[in-house]
């Protein structure tokens, strides 16, 4: 098993016959996760591989089955397409979408929190449950099927991370990117809740950065005992200056407060296991778990 997402969850894509749709989608093929179907107004009863495409997210659900939605819609129409995944029960669903205005990231969440819609993202790479489900541009070969679960702000870390859990001869229940953006739906503290609840999930891998305040609310979890099993941490950006922009719209340090060395205090103070490399982590859980 794993959390958000498992073998019975069935995707759509929105956007399916966009260029980054058609790629994702072959991606999923390839590995045996297809998507159930994509939506594309106006290019109802078109196919991209063998995924059939609909007009709706409706027609989606009704004859394909779909519940949950990965969202490849640019951001000038994003709106429209996660309004409508809401409306039409997608839970997850995920935006893989940057750039997205913050009062519009504001609106989507309102909306889906009012429904009780689980948002992943903005700015998400997706999340993936190896060899069950994936929503996102991960590519399974990086991911191999374990116990440990993995939540990050950056897609690239995450798959480097869980590939250094596979060759240590360690794999993953879920790996969940948060999104880098500083307004987001699922946040790290709430993704570590999950886990904690999930039977199937010994420990858990976090990788952050400066800016927000999502790492010291996860500390305060496990300090609290909110959150019992092992936690391992790797925060980038120690070396950013205060007041620059790193990497992502949400990674901005200014001062002390949101720095990397605060977070690894804090962090360190709430009982995580913080380490300097990420390549220190399979050992790390070893000890831990």
Do not use: W
């Not at 790629?23 to 297809?34: E, S």
């Not at 029960?89 to 889906?112: K, N, Q």
């Not at 991911?143 to 870390?157: K, L």
């Not at 307004?183 to 999930?201: E, K, P, R, T």
């Amino acid at each position: 098993m794993s959390f958000l997402v498992n073998a019975d969850t069935r995707v759509v894509i929105q956007g399916i016959t966009g260029q980054l749709g058609v790629f994702v989608t072959r991606m999923m093929d390839d590995h045996d996760l297809a998507p159930v179907a994509g939506v594309t107004p106006g290019r109802g009863g078109e196919r991209v591989g063998s995924v059939p495409v609909f007009d709706t997210i409706e027609e989606a659900a009704r004859e394909a089955g779909a519940n949950a939605s990965l969202v490849l819609v640019p951001a000038h129409g994003l709106r429209d397409a996660v309004l409508e995944a809401i409306e039409g029960g997608m839970s997850p669903t995920v935006l893989m979408v940057d750039g997205v205005p913050l009062g519009l990231s504001e609106e989507l969440l309102r909306a889906a929190r009012a429904a009780g819609i689980v948002i992943i993202g903005p700015n998400s790479p997706g999340l993936i449950s190896p060899g069950q489900c994936l929503l996102g541009a991960l590519h399974p070969a990086k991911f191999s099927a374990g116990d440990i679960a993995v939540i990050s702000r950056s897609g690239g870390m995450m798959s480097t991370i869980a590939h250094t859990l596979s060759v240590a001869g360690m794999g993953t229940s879920t790996c969940l990117g948060i999104g880098g953006d500083s307004v987001i739906g699922l946040d790290m503290a709430q993704a570590a809740l999950l886990a904690q609840n999930d039977d199937d999930s010994r420990a858990i891998v976090i990788f952050g950065e400066i800016g927000t305040s999502q790492e010291e609310r996860l500390a305060d979890l496990v300090k609290s005992g909110a959150v019992t099993k092992p936690v391992v941490a790797y925060i980038a950006g120690a070396a950013a200056p205060a007041g620059i922009r790193y990497s992502h719209a949400g990674a901005k340090v200014d001062g002390v407060e949101g720095s990397a060395q605060s977070k690894k205090r804090a962090l360190a103070d709430g009982g995580v296991h913080v380490v300097d490399r990420y390549i220190d982590i399979p050992a790390v859980l070893n000890d831990a778990m």
